[in-house]
């Protein structure tokens, strides 16, 4: 909020005041938003990476073409009946021209975990016992590594019995890994002792992702059984495509229906559900993006604003550079280093901060990315891109300003009042260590103690600018308003376009506001004499329209929606005659025929 209070269009008007120690506040605050930029930009890039190398990592199996029929089987019939109708089914299905080939399997890869037996304890073939080793098991048919293209590394799938079920297992290499088995070809025909059962392990299968890249292989140990859970259905090209689908789908659906006509038919396409797992990834990943762009328009937000303030202060600086022979390269390099220097901060505090972060996130994944070196280098120089593209209009349009334009623009400042020539702003100028420090807002008192004191001031006059919140109807409208005082309008004649300025202040109940003010509040600009409120210190507060005048002209200094008495607001009128309290600017209209160098010699303390 604060950095991009730099309005862009009050810059232009002259209207923004800051002292050095605002102005270093907010380029530091602009460091901040680019150091936030870059961190997320990294990890945007170190996000995104990630993810891909995710769904780009081999998982061991191929899951293309495979559907997973799953319902809910409501029968009163036994269970061995059941598995008897899964098997009719099975055949049934195997019929059907487009499938070609069908499995029976407690669990599949990208599965629930929950479909999965956890084990500890296990007799191995040379008689060791293991008992701190956790393994993991399911129950398959024995053509489901086919179907699923898992390969073999040793030994084979289980040998096919009468009954479909058998004490044969197949183990993956995380399984003799885990155990200390150093050779796949020395347990193929050896036995296992679990469950108080011994197992006959049949082949050493590659290890494959059943959840997914992010989580470690499991060790495994798969079982033979015909025990239905899923039945895993691969399709032909056909059968998948646009065309085919919904008619493939509907003639299984139809087999499914007629031997469990009371059940529910449900299908899971397998590749699909197992890309499902990396989508909270996605979303963290589209979140970072999100925040980014946000980051990167906070940044510019304020970049820009400050970039305005920057022309509009050098603008004499740049019309003399450029009298004296500076090349718009030169003016543009003058107007952009320090930008430059900025974001080349914020680059050098990025760097570490976001290379511990990301590996820090990235020590979740058991197979991860490289944070590499072309990271960090495309987030500073996409930062760097994003700063120039911000200041470079406002530079450019600096540069290749006429300086005489220039020049007269600047003295152009406040002419229009009738007066302009004798009205001055009065600021202090104090010696300090590191030279002469300049200031434009003043104490209360000091207006009255000058009128009083210093001869030649023919009116004087305090403004304190800040903002006010007009309530009409059901309208909340913030306002850029001046608290004055009550001459205010007879030192600064801004065209009047119905009303009398300079006597209506008189009345604290009163106000005066500009054209675009009355077309906001009221939707019209004849309004002199209506009411509404004002939300003061927490309180509304009834006021009268006592006089509309003209939008303010862009080479004022003094710029307002509204202007209201320093009274009617008890904070600002408790500092009226406080020394202490340095909020006001103080404006003095001289007499006619007194020098200004005289003036300034009486005003020196």
């Given at each position: 909020?604060?950095?991009?209070?730099?309005?862009?269009?009050?810059?232009?008007?002259?209207?923004?005041?800051?002292?050095?120690?605002?102005?270093?506040?907010?380029?530091?605050?602009?460091?901040?938003?680019?150091l936030?930029?870059?961190?997320?930009?990294?990890?945007?890039?170190?996000?995104?990476?990630?993810?891909?190398?995710?769904?780009?990592?081999?998982?061991?199996?191929n899951?293309?073409?495979?559907?997973?029929?799953?319902g809910?089987?409501?029968?009163?019939?036994?269970?061995?009946?059941?598995?008897?109708?899964?098997?009719?089914?099975?055949?049934?299905?195997?019929?059907?021209?487009?499938?070609?080939?069908?499995?029976?399997?407690?669990t599949?890869?990208?599965?629930?975990?929950?479909?999965?037996?956890?084990?500890?304890?296990?007799?191995?073939?040379?008689?060791?016992?293991?008992?701190?080793?956790?393994?993991?098991?399911?129950?398959?048919?024995?053509?489901?590594?086919?179907?699923?293209?898992?390969?073999?590394?040793?030994?084979?799938?289980?040998?096919?019995?009468?009954?479909?079920?058998?004490?044969?297992?197949?183990?993956?290499?995380?399984?003799?890994?885990?155990?200390?088995?150093?050779?796949?070809?020395?347990?193929?025909?050896?036995?296992?002792?679990?469950?108080?059962?011994?197992?006959?392990?049949?082949?050493?299968?590659?290890?494959?992702?059943?959840?997914?890249?992010?989580?470690?292989?499991l060790?495994?140990?798969?079982?033979?059984?015909?025990?239905?859970?899923?039945?895993?259905?691969?399709?032909?090209?056909?059968?998948?495509?646009?065309?085919?689908?919904?008619?493939?789908i509907?003639?299984?659906?139809?087999?499914?229906?007629?031997?469990?006509?009371?059940?529910?038919?449900?299908?899971?396409?397998?590749?699909?559900?197992?890309?499902?797992?990396?989508?909270?990834?996605?979303?963290?990943?589209?979140?970072?993006?999100?925040?980014?762009?946000?980051?990167?328009?906070?940044?510019?937000?304020?970049l820009?604003?400050?970039?305005?303030?920057?022309?509009?202060?050098?603008?004499?600086?740049?019309?003399?550079?450029?009298?004296?022979?500076?090349?718009?390269?030169?003016?543009?390099?003058?107007?952009?280093?320090?930008?430059?220097?900025?974001?080349?901060?914020?680059?050098?505090?990025?760097?570490?901060?976001?290379?511990?972060?990301?590996?820090?996130?990235?020590?979740?994944?058991?197979?991860?990315?490289?944070?590499s070196?072309?990271?960090?280098?495309?987030?500073?120089?996409?930062?760097?891109?994003?700063?120039?593209?911000?200041?470079?209009?406002?530079?450019?349009?600096?540069?290749?300003?006429?300086?005489?334009?220039?020049?007269?623009?600047?003295?152009?400042?406040?002419?229009?009042?009738k007066?302009?020539?004798?009205?001055?702003?009065?600021?202090s100028?104090?010696?300090?260590?590191?030279?002469?420090?300049?200031?434009?807002?003043?104490?209360?008192?000091?207006?009255?103690?000058?009128?009083?004191?210093?001869?030649?001031?023919?009116?004087?006059?305090?403004?304190?600018?800040?903002?006010?919140?007009?309530?009409?109807?059901?309208?909340?409208?913030?306002?850029n308003?001046?608290?004055?005082?009550?001459?205010?309008?007879?030192?600064?004649?801004?065209?009047?376009?119905?009303?009398?300025?300079?006597?209506?202040?008189?009345?604290?109940?009163?106000?005066?506001?500009?054209?675009?003010?009355?077309?906001?509040?009221?939707?019209?600009?004849?309004?002199?004499?209506?009411?509404?409120?004002?939300?003061?210190?927490?309180?509304?507060?009834?006021?009268?329209?006592?006089?509309?005048?003209?939008?303010?002209?862009?080479?004022?200094?003094?710029?307002?929606?509204?202007?209201?008495?320093?009274?009617?607001?008890?904070?600002?009128?408790?500092?009226?005659?406080?020394?202490?309290?340095?909020?006001?600017?103080?404006?003095?209209?001289?007499?006619?025929?007194?020098?200004?160098?005289?003036?300034?010699?009486?005003?020196q303390?």
């Amino acid at each position: 909020i604060l950095l991009s209070s730099y309005s862009p269009s009050r810059a232009l008007k002259g209207k923004i005041r800051t002292s050095p120690g605002g102005l270093t506040i907010r380029k530091g605050l602009i460091i901040t938003q680019f150091l936030a930029t870059i961190i997320l930009l990294i990890g945007t890039i170190v996000v995104t990476k990630q993810i891909n190398f995710l769904k780009n990592q081999p998982i061991g199996t191929n899951l293309d073409q495979i559907i997973a029929l799953r319902g809910e089987v409501v029968t009163n019939q036994a269970d061995s009946l059941i598995i008897h109708n899964f098997k009719v089914l099975e055949a049934e299905l195997k019929n059907l021209s487009f499938v070609k080939d069908i499995a029976i399997a407690q669990t599949y890869p990208g599965d629930s975990f929950d479909n999965l037996s956890s084990s500890r304890g296990i007799v191995l073939p040379n008689g060791i016992e293991d008992d701190k080793n956790i393994y993991y098991s399911y129950h398959v048919q024995s053509n489901y590594f086919n179907l699923v293209g898992i390969a073999f590394i040793s030994g084979n799938t289980f040998m096919p019995t009468p009954t479909g079920r058998s004490n044969q297992i197949v183990v993956n290499e995380a399984f003799i890994k885990l155990m200390g088995i150093t050779s796949a070809l020395d347990i193929v025909g050896k036995n296992l002792n679990f469950w108080g059962t011994d197992w006959q392990v049949t082949g050493v299968i590659k290890d494959y992702h059943h959840f997914g890249s992010k989580s470690a292989i499991l060790p495994m140990i798969i079982r033979n059984h015909d025990e239905v859970n899923n039945l895993l259905v691969q399709l032909d090209e056909t059968a998948i495509s646009e065309a085919g689908f919904s008619n493939s789908i509907s003639q299984i659906k139809e087999k499914w229906n007629q031997i469990f006509p009371k059940s529910t038919f449900n299908y899971t396409f397998l590749d699909k559900k197992f890309q499902a797992q990396y989508n909270d990834d996605k979303a963290f990943g589209t979140a970072f993006q999100v925040f980014t762009m946000l980051a990167i328009l906070i940044a510019s937000m304020g970049l820009f604003g400050l970039t305005s303030y920057t022309c509009i202060q050098r603008r004499k600086e740049i019309g003399i550079r450029k009298v004296n022979g500076a090349t718009i390269a030169q003016i543009l390099t003058l107007l952009n280093v320090d930008f430059i220097k900025w974001v080349g901060f914020a680059f050098v505090i990025a760097v570490p901060v976001s290379w511990y972060l990301m590996n820090k996130w990235l020590e979740g994944f058991a197979y991860k990315t490289v944070v590499s070196w072309w990271i960090f280098a495309l987030a500073g120089i996409s930062a760097l891109v994003i700063a120039m593209l911000t200041v470079s209009w406002q530079s450019l349009r600096a540069a290749t300003n006429n300086p005489v334009m220039a020049a007269f623009f600047e003295l152009s400042y406040d002419t229009f009042h009738k007066n302009g020539d004798r009205i001055y702003e009065v600021y202090s100028l104090q010696q300090t260590q590191k030279g002469s420090d300049a200031g434009t807002t003043m104490p209360a008192p000091l207006a009255h103690s000058l009128q009083s004191e210093v001869p030649g001031i023919e009116r004087i006059t305090r403004v304190l600018d800040n903002g006010a919140m007009a309530l009409y109807k059901d309208k909340e409208i913030n306002l850029n308003a001046l608290w004055v005082d009550s001459d205010f309008f007879s030192m600064f004649t801004f065209p009047v376009l119905e009303g009398n300025a300079k006597e209506t202040l008189g009345d604290l109940s009163s106000v005066i506001i500009t054209e675009k003010t009355a077309k906001k509040i009221f939707e019209k600009t004849n309004c002199v004499g209506e009411s509404f409120n004002l939300l003061i210190a927490g309180k509304e507060k009834p006021f009268t329209v006592a006089a509309v005048v003209e939008n303010n002209p862009a080479n004022s200094t003094l710029n307002f929606e509204i202007a209201i008495r320093f009274e009617n607001n008890p904070e600002y009128a408790s500092t009226i005659d406080v020394w202490d309290s340095q909020y006001h600017s103080v404006y003095a209209q001289l007499q006619e025929g007194v020098a200004v160098s005289q003036f300034e010699q009486n005003t020196q303390f």
